[in-house]
C-alpha cells in the first residue's frame, strides 16, 4: 500500500515542486474553516469558484513566504523550503494549536527530508 502525504506518493521520488504543492494543499486543509468564512463575505457563482479562490488565496499567501525568504516560488530548493515552512508555523500561529502546527509542520519535513 503507497502512503501519501498531501497528494504526493511518499515510496516514489519527490521533487521541490511536489513538496511546494504539499506545502499548498496542507495550508489549504488546515486553514478550510477560516477560509470558509470568507465565502461568507463575498458571492461565488458555484462551490468550483470558491474552491478556486481558496486555492489562489494560499498560494499568494506562500508565494509571500518566498518572498520573505529571497526564495524562488517556481524553483524552491530544499533550503528554500525549510524556511518558507518556519515561516508559515510563524504565520498559523495566530490561528492554531502548536500541537496541530507540529503536526504539520512534521508532516512537511517528512517530504523535505526525501529530496
Known sequence: MDKKCYGVDLSKDITPIMVRDAIIECFVSAHSDVLEMMKECHEFKS???????????????????????GADFENPSKKNLIAVIDKLAE???????PEIIKKHYGQIMQLIDKL
Not at 494560499?58 to 509571500?64: G, R, T
Not at 504565520?91 to 494549536?97: H, I, K, T
Open 91 to 97: 504565520f498559523a500561529r495566530n490561528f492554531r494549536r
Open 47 to 69: 462551490r468550483q469558484e470558491f474552491e478556486e479562490m481558496k486555492q489562489i488565496d494560499v498560494k499568494l499567501l506562500i508565494k509571500s513566504k518566498f518572498e520573505e525568504v
